[in-house]
């Protein structure tokens, strides 16, 4: 099936990645538990990935948890944890039906054993799809993950194995979780907030942001093409100016 472009003559950005907020509005806008708006973000997770599918995204990030998320009240964290779970065990067969090929990033160490199991189990039995690759930053932080990138290669010039002079953004990169992962083209956060958040920090350097007001477990296909819409009406100079 042909992708259903967002609209006619424009393509799909390459690569959108999503900063999912409002759960926890959403549930209280309706005297309901956090975790009622944790599982309509579930939900709504999978219309997104949906959405990219149809509209041929090749690359879509989800920014799940980040490491500052761990410094939520500890019930919250078990239910999401729970939630995870539940998701690598029940939609990973939908996802490689559809072509999906998942991948994670973040900081694994922090995450149970039976996640992190769950996690390259998703990853080995998808690895060969290529419709979508989807980006599930797990315990992320954008800080951290430049901090450790450059740990690597401090560690590598340390033991000789490379010329500090020849430390530059490309061998930065490619010390990142996202290293084989091309740079977002399209962030997108939801709930009216105007932050980043500590997510993609060095691979957004360029992307064009679109913030909307709508809360992550409403967030449907007509919202991402909207989005879609608004990457396609801005210039993308990359720090150059108009030619013309």
Do not use: C
């Not at 975790?35 to 509209?55: D, I, K, P």
């Not at 999401?80 to 160490?109: A, H, K, P, S």
């Not at 210039?235 to 108009?242: A, K, L």
């Amino acid at each position: 099936m042909e992708p259903v472009l967002a609209y006619p003559d424009e393509v799909a950005p390459t690569h959108v990645a999503v900063i999912m907020d409002g759960n926890g509005r959403w549930a209280q806008a309706r005297e309901m538990d956090r975790a009622a708006g944790h599982r309509q973000g579930a939900e709504a997770a999978m219309r997104a990935v949906r959405s990219a599918v149809e509209l041929g995204v090749s690359y879509l990030t989800l920014y799940g948890f980040s490491s500052e998320n761990w410094n939520r009240p500890a019930h919250e964290i078990d239910e999401l944890m729970e939630l995870l779970r539940r998701y690598l065990r029940e939609q990973v067969e939908e996802l490689d039906r559809q072509g999906v090929r998942i991948l994670f990033i973040g900081d694994r160490t922090r995450l149970a054993g039976d996640i992190v199991a769950l996690a390259e189990t998703a990853e080995q039995r998808t690895r060969g799809n290529t419709r979508l690759t989807l980006v599930l930053a797990l315990s992320y932080s954008g800080r951290q993950e430049i901090a450790r990138a450059a740990r690597r290669l401090a560690r590598k010039a340390a033991a000789g194995d490379m010329d500090p002079d020849a430390i530059d953004e490309t061998a930065l990169a490619g010390e990142l979780f996202t290293a084989n992962i091309p740079d977002p083209d399209l962030v997108i956060r939801t709930s009216g907030e105007q932050r980043i958040s500590n997510f993609l920090l060095w691979q957004s350097a360029y992307a064009e942001l679109v913030f909307v007001d709508t809360l992550w477990p409403d967030f449907s296909r007509d919202d991402f093409v909207s989005a879609v819409r608004e990457f396609h009406r801005r210039e993308r100079r990359f720090g150059t100016t108009r030619v013309g």
